[in-house]
């Protein structure tokens, strides 16, 4: 079974940086695209940056020069660097990959992890 696992969120001061980290964990076969997305209290979730396989990368335009997508694909992680940021990048941030697991190798299954709490004070 395939799990993705962020980790890294909690509360910093506004100008302050934080990592976060997902990790693809089970019988996985190969990663696609992978990405965050967050949704702050009473919106919508919405895309915050992803990279594909071959680290292309898209940012949301409220993130770009501030937030950094990447992936170590030997360890199936993925990793968000958030410098100067800012009370409205308070919000939960969920990791998402297109995954081909072990079960289905022609198959690209979309899979969400729980995610991760960042507060932003000001």
């Known amino acids: 079974q395939v799990q993705l696992v962020e980790s890294g969120g909690g509360l910093v001061q506004a100008g302050g940086s934080l990592n976060l980290s997902c990790a693809a964990s089970?019988?996985?076969?190969?990663?696609?695209?992978m990405g965050w997305y967050r949704q702050a209290p009473g919106k919508q979730r919405e895309l915050v940056a992803t990279?594909?396989?071959?680290?292309?990368?898209n940012y949301a335009d409220s993130v770009k020069g501030r937030f950094t997508i990447s992936r170590d694909n030997a360890k199936n992680t993925l990793y968000l660097q958030m410098n100067s940021l800012k009370p409205e990048d308070t919000a939960v941030y969920y990791c998402?990959?297109?995954?081909?697991?072990?079960?289905?190798?022609?198959?690209?299954?979309?899979?969400w992890g729980k995610g991760t709490l960042v507060t932003v004070s000001s």
């Open positions: 998402n990959a297109e995954i081909k697991p072990m079960a289905h190798i022609f198959r690209v299954m979309n899979y």
């Open positions: 089970g019988s996985i076969f190969s990663i696609n695209a």
């Open positions: 990279i594909t396989s071959g680290a292309s990368t």
